[in-house]
Protein backbone atom coordinates (compact mmCIF):
# COMPACT_ATOMS: atom_id res chain seq x y z
CA UNK A 1 0.00 0.00 0.00
CA UNK A 2 1.28 3.68 -0.57
CA UNK A 3 0.07 7.21 -0.53
CA UNK A 4 0.86 10.28 -1.94
CA UNK A 5 -0.50 13.86 -1.74
CA UNK A 6 -0.07 17.30 -3.66
CA UNK A 7 -1.64 19.40 -1.08
CA UNK A 8 -2.87 17.74 1.47
CA UNK A 9 -0.45 17.83 4.98
CA UNK A 10 0.21 14.35 5.96
CA UNK A 11 0.15 11.40 4.34
CA UNK A 12 0.96 7.59 5.12
CA UNK A 13 1.74 4.97 3.20
CA UNK A 14 1.28 1.15 2.97
CA UNK A 15 1.69 -1.61 1.28
CA UNK A 16 1.58 -5.37 1.78
CA UNK A 17 4.93 -7.17 0.71
CA UNK A 18 7.14 -4.37 -0.89
CA UNK A 19 7.60 -0.74 -1.47
CA UNK A 20 7.39 0.17 -5.28
CA UNK A 21 9.11 3.61 -6.06
CA UNK A 22 6.65 6.25 -5.67
CA UNK A 23 5.87 7.73 -9.24
CA UNK A 24 7.26 11.00 -10.12
CA UNK A 25 3.54 11.70 -11.43
CA UNK A 26 2.04 10.71 -8.34
CA UNK A 27 4.01 12.55 -5.89
CA UNK A 28 5.57 15.72 -6.77
CA UNK A 29 9.24 16.64 -6.93
CA UNK A 30 8.59 19.57 -4.64
CA UNK A 31 7.24 16.83 -1.51
CA UNK A 32 9.04 15.76 1.23
CA UNK A 33 10.60 12.81 1.53
CA UNK A 34 8.54 10.13 3.37
CA UNK A 35 10.02 8.42 6.33
CA UNK A 36 9.86 5.23 5.68
CA UNK A 37 9.48 2.21 8.18
CA UNK A 38 11.94 -0.39 7.47
CA UNK A 39 11.35 -4.50 8.20
CA UNK A 40 9.72 -4.61 11.42
CA UNK A 41 10.71 -6.27 14.67
CA UNK A 42 9.15 -7.46 17.39
CA UNK A 43 7.49 -4.84 19.47
CA UNK A 44 8.65 -4.25 23.07
CA UNK A 45 6.02 -5.60 25.16
CA UNK A 46 5.84 -3.01 27.37
CA UNK A 47 4.89 -0.50 25.22
CA UNK A 48 1.09 0.25 25.28
CA UNK A 49 -1.08 2.32 22.90
CA UNK A 50 -1.31 5.18 26.10
CA UNK A 51 2.29 5.42 25.56
CA UNK A 52 1.21 7.72 22.25
CA UNK A 53 -0.81 9.63 23.97
CA UNK A 54 -3.58 8.41 22.18
CA UNK A 55 -7.29 10.11 23.55
CA UNK A 56 -9.47 8.25 26.05
CA UNK A 57 -12.26 7.75 24.28
CA UNK A 58 -9.74 5.91 21.33
CA UNK A 59 -8.07 3.57 24.34
CA UNK A 60 -11.50 3.14 25.61
CA UNK A 61 -12.30 1.20 21.93
CA UNK A 62 -9.17 -0.13 21.31
CA UNK A 63 -10.30 -1.80 24.80
CA UNK A 64 -13.34 -2.50 23.61
CA UNK A 65 -11.93 -4.52 20.38
CA UNK A 66 -9.48 -6.77 22.82
CA UNK A 67 -6.13 -4.51 21.76
CA UNK A 68 -3.22 -4.47 24.50
CA UNK A 69 -0.42 -3.67 22.70
CA UNK A 70 0.57 -2.14 19.37
CA UNK A 71 1.94 -5.03 16.98
CA UNK A 72 5.37 -3.74 15.12
CA UNK A 73 4.25 -1.62 12.33
CA UNK A 74 2.10 0.45 14.35
CA UNK A 75 4.42 0.50 17.41
CA UNK A 76 6.75 2.39 14.45
CA UNK A 77 4.06 3.86 12.18
CA UNK A 78 2.07 5.44 14.76
CA UNK A 79 4.74 8.49 16.26
CA UNK A 80 5.49 9.35 13.35
CA UNK A 81 2.02 9.85 11.76
CA UNK A 82 1.13 11.74 15.09
CA UNK A 83 4.19 14.13 14.09
CA UNK A 84 2.32 15.26 10.66
CA UNK A 85 5.10 13.25 8.93
CA UNK A 86 4.91 11.48 5.41
CA UNK A 87 5.29 7.94 6.06
CA UNK A 88 5.85 4.54 3.77
CA UNK A 89 4.95 1.25 5.78
CA UNK A 90 5.74 -2.58 4.72
CA UNK A 91 4.28 -5.16 6.81
CA UNK A 92 2.57 -8.64 6.30
CA UNK A 93 -1.08 -8.73 6.03
CA UNK A 94 -3.08 -9.24 9.58
CA UNK A 95 -0.31 -7.30 11.08
CA UNK A 96 -2.19 -4.40 11.79
CA UNK A 97 -1.59 -1.82 9.65
CA UNK A 98 -4.93 -0.52 8.94
CA UNK A 99 -4.44 0.73 13.12
CA UNK A 100 -1.11 1.46 11.97
CA UNK A 101 -2.78 4.71 10.10
CA UNK A 102 -6.28 5.20 11.39
CA UNK A 103 -5.53 5.96 15.00
CA UNK A 104 -3.16 8.56 14.77
CA UNK A 105 -5.27 10.01 12.32
CA UNK A 106 -8.13 9.73 14.29
CA UNK A 107 -6.34 11.25 17.09
CA UNK A 108 -5.72 14.11 14.86
CA UNK A 109 -8.83 14.73 13.67
CA UNK A 110 -10.29 15.26 17.52
CA UNK A 111 -8.89 18.91 17.36
CA UNK A 112 -11.80 19.56 14.51
CA UNK A 113 -14.24 17.23 15.74
CA UNK A 114 -17.62 18.22 16.07
CA UNK A 115 -21.01 17.37 17.42
CA UNK A 116 -22.92 19.51 15.67
CA UNK A 117 -25.74 18.56 13.13
CA UNK A 118 -24.52 20.83 10.75
CA UNK A 119 -22.76 19.39 7.14
CA UNK A 120 -20.61 22.16 7.23
CA UNK A 121 -18.68 21.69 10.67
CA UNK A 122 -18.02 17.78 9.33
CA UNK A 123 -15.86 18.52 6.01
CA UNK A 124 -13.68 15.62 4.77
CA UNK A 125 -10.35 15.85 6.79
CA UNK A 126 -9.08 12.10 5.67
CA UNK A 127 -9.52 10.73 2.43
CA UNK A 128 -8.43 6.82 2.48
CA UNK A 129 -8.15 5.20 -1.02
CA UNK A 130 -8.31 1.31 -1.70
CA UNK A 131 -8.34 -0.61 -4.90
CA UNK A 132 -11.38 -2.84 -3.78
CA UNK A 133 -14.94 -2.53 -2.06
CA UNK A 134 -13.70 -5.44 0.05
CA UNK A 135 -11.10 -3.06 1.72
CA UNK A 136 -12.37 -1.00 1.40
CA UNK A 137 -15.45 -1.83 4.03
CA UNK A 138 -12.83 -3.67 5.77
CA UNK A 139 -10.92 -0.29 6.09
CA UNK A 140 -14.25 1.79 6.94
CA UNK A 141 -15.02 -0.89 9.71
CA UNK A 142 -12.12 -0.15 11.47
CA UNK A 143 -11.87 3.11 11.27
CA UNK A 144 -15.65 3.45 12.52
CA UNK A 145 -14.89 1.16 15.51
CA UNK A 146 -11.96 3.05 16.50
CA UNK A 147 -13.68 6.43 16.47
CA UNK A 148 -17.15 5.23 17.94
CA UNK A 149 -16.42 7.06 21.26
CA UNK A 150 -15.81 10.65 19.35
CA UNK A 151 -17.82 12.46 17.34
CA UNK A 152 -16.13 11.93 14.29
CA UNK A 153 -18.10 10.72 11.08
CA UNK A 154 -17.12 8.40 8.75
CA UNK A 155 -18.52 6.70 5.72
CA UNK A 156 -17.06 4.17 2.92
CA UNK A 157 -18.23 4.72 -1.07
CA UNK A 158 -17.84 2.29 -3.85
CA UNK A 159 -19.05 1.24 -6.60
CA UNK A 160 -21.19 -1.37 -7.89
CA UNK A 161 -24.69 -0.03 -6.20
CA UNK A 162 -26.44 3.00 -5.89
CA UNK A 163 -25.39 6.08 -5.35
CA UNK A 164 -28.31 7.80 -3.84
CA UNK A 165 -27.55 6.45 -0.35
CA UNK A 166 -23.97 7.43 -0.09
CA UNK A 167 -24.96 10.55 -1.51
CA UNK A 168 -27.08 10.91 1.19
CA UNK A 169 -24.78 10.21 4.02
CA UNK A 170 -21.83 12.74 2.25
CA UNK A 171 -23.89 15.66 1.71
CA UNK A 172 -24.49 14.97 5.75
CA UNK A 173 -21.10 15.93 6.54
CA UNK A 174 -18.35 12.78 7.58
CA UNK A 175 -14.55 13.65 8.56
CA UNK A 176 -13.40 10.51 7.14
CA UNK A 177 -14.24 8.89 3.53
CA UNK A 178 -13.49 5.37 2.75
CA UNK A 179 -13.19 4.92 -1.10
CA UNK A 180 -12.53 3.22 -4.60
CA UNK A 181 -10.87 5.72 -6.97
CA UNK A 182 -13.82 5.42 -9.46
CA UNK A 183 -16.63 5.58 -7.46
CA UNK A 184 -14.96 8.23 -5.54
CA UNK A 185 -14.50 10.29 -8.74
CA UNK A 186 -17.95 9.81 -9.13
CA UNK A 187 -19.24 11.39 -6.42
CA UNK A 188 -16.73 14.34 -7.31
CA UNK A 189 -18.15 14.81 -10.76
CA UNK A 190 -22.04 14.82 -8.60
CA UNK A 191 -20.29 17.81 -6.80
CA UNK A 192 -21.20 15.40 -3.56
CA UNK A 193 -18.01 15.30 -2.11
CA UNK A 194 -15.40 18.36 -1.99
CA UNK A 195 -11.80 17.58 -0.96
CA UNK A 196 -10.86 21.44 -0.31
CA UNK A 197 -10.31 20.64 3.17
CA UNK A 198 -8.75 17.19 3.34
CA UNK A 199 -5.13 17.52 5.05
CA UNK A 200 -4.61 13.38 5.01
CA UNK A 201 -4.26 11.07 2.21
CA UNK A 202 -4.13 6.95 2.60
CA UNK A 203 -3.35 5.00 -0.51
CA UNK A 204 -4.19 1.12 0.70
CA UNK A 205 -2.36 -1.28 -1.16
CA UNK A 206 -1.32 1.54 -3.92
CA UNK A 207 1.17 -0.73 -5.12
CA UNK A 208 -1.95 -3.34 -6.20
CA UNK A 209 -4.22 -0.16 -7.36
CA UNK A 210 -0.99 0.56 -9.93
CA UNK A 211 -1.50 -2.66 -10.99
CA UNK A 212 -5.18 -2.91 -11.84
CA UNK A 213 -4.89 0.47 -13.92
CA UNK A 214 -6.30 3.07 -11.19
CA UNK A 215 -2.90 5.74 -12.15
CA UNK A 216 -4.94 8.06 -14.29
CA UNK A 217 -7.70 8.29 -11.25
CA UNK A 218 -5.12 8.73 -8.78
CA UNK A 219 -3.74 11.53 -10.57
CA UNK A 220 -6.95 13.15 -10.96
CA UNK A 221 -8.11 12.94 -7.61
CA UNK A 222 -4.10 14.13 -6.04
CA UNK A 223 -4.42 17.21 -8.33
CA UNK A 224 -8.03 18.25 -6.80
Do not use: C, W
Not at 6 to 23: G, L
Not at 26 to 37: K, L, N, R
Not at 41 to 69: C, K, M, N, W
Not at 142 to 171: C, E, W
Amino acid sequence: MASAVRRHTRKFMSETESTPTPSPAIVPEAAPAATPIAPVVPAAASVSFADFGLAPEILRALTEQGYTHPTPIQEQAIPVVLQGRDVMGAAQTGTGKTAGFSLPIIQLLLAHASSSMSPARHPVRALILTPTRELAVQVAENVKAYAKHTPLRSTVVFGGMDMKPQTVILRGGVEIVIATPGRLLDHIEQKNISLSQVQMLVMDEADRMLDMGFLPDLQRIINL
